[in-house]
DNA sequence: CCGTTTGGAGTACAAATGTTCACTTTTAGC
DNA sequence: GCTAAAAGTGAACATTTGTACTCCAAACGG
């Protein structure tokens, strides 16, 4: 069924089946999916892919499925999967002479969160000062994610509280016991006098370029 | 109810049923979406937030509708709004032996994506592959931002297209003419034969640690 | 040309959904 | 303590939901 181009009314008995017609279907899913960030109910899906019969919604879906860009909750909900993001980060290959990938509008829609952020409710940003994390590429003016939690293992990188200031550190134990290794030989290895005040494990990184400009 | 800004845990002493139990729901709401990347229906809310009616699911809805936290679409359905992606900010300072200063006064939040994404509609991410760029502490596996733009000036770090394939490097210029610069001796200077096939400026950057731990 | 496969339409129905309403319990202000 | 507001319960109910089923027409592969 097609849609006439000028009123949006549904052209009838007009041939459009065909196994490539799915990418139809994805695109108008993400692009739903890109403005309200969820998959709707059948029926409504019935209308926002222009199908006629909710059964038809259901094969469609499942074919989606069975291609890897949804998939179900253990309600049976419908949600998104991997695939579902992937044109919304560049690929990395570009035809020669025509350098502009997909310009299409959703590329914003994969939010760095989900990027970066595991579990939110355990999750918080903190501005790193200093460079005494430098061999480890965590720089003065970045924002690390932290996920909270009162345990880590040696060689993560954590943050801990020092003389009342959090400080980021790669934890390490010795013989003596646990240890803050900075990155950068300039600093000295912390040992905590008494019990190591743990804040949580850096998980990420996220860094603005082109400050001033 | 207060959340201890370090540890997470619920403060105790403070009863569990008042206005500010709602923090609570929206963590439950928060670390779910995470997972799923989607709403569910009042039945699996109730079983998520762990309450007895439907109705109640209703009402916790409705008030975090009413702090911003959650919409509705025209249809309905409840999806996330965008404060529901801040994150907190953590405090540099903290007093030594009682962790936890800052009131919810003190703690500010940030979205990741309003930190490294100013202009959404021309931005678009791209995965590192190689290290031609690690003089600029930009490594393989880090998802750069880009901002889409024709032209940029030299000292920038910029996209382009160089045989078919996108390539982050610096933006440069002498006598003759445009060069993309690797920040890795080991690697070229590349000198565009024909016009430069420029995609964008690189404008921030996320990195995702502790892989695989 | 004909049978098979594929994508979709249409119908039916048990199960689940969202909301309302009256009611109870807890909390907070005085 | 007393009281009003806030938070949660539980039942009721019209609607909507997801799925199973049959049927149909176009596309495909010899």
Redesign the interface.
Known sequence: MLIHPLTGALLPGVPMRTASSDPHYLSCLQDYYAR??????YE?LRRILHLASRSAVGKVLERLRLQGFLER?P?G????ARRFFER?????????GQ???D?E?G??T??????????????????V?GDSMSGA?I?EGD?V??E?Q?TA?PG??V?A?V????TVKRLDRDAEGWLLRPENPAYPVLRPAGAL?L????????????RG?
Chains 1, 2 share one sequence.
């Open positions: 309200w960030r969820c998959i709707p109910a409504k909750t309600d909900d419908w949600v998104p919304f980060v560049a690929g990395q290959h570009v035809q020669a350098p502009a990938p310009t509008a590329l914003t994969l939010l760095l969160d989900d990027l970066l952020v595991e579990t939110p409710s355990r999750t918080l940003l903190l501005t000062r590429n720089f924002v994610i932290v909270r009162a293992l993560e990188i943050v509280a003389d009342g200031e959090l005040e804040m949580g494990v850096v998980t990420g990184l996220a860094r603005r370029l082109r400009a």
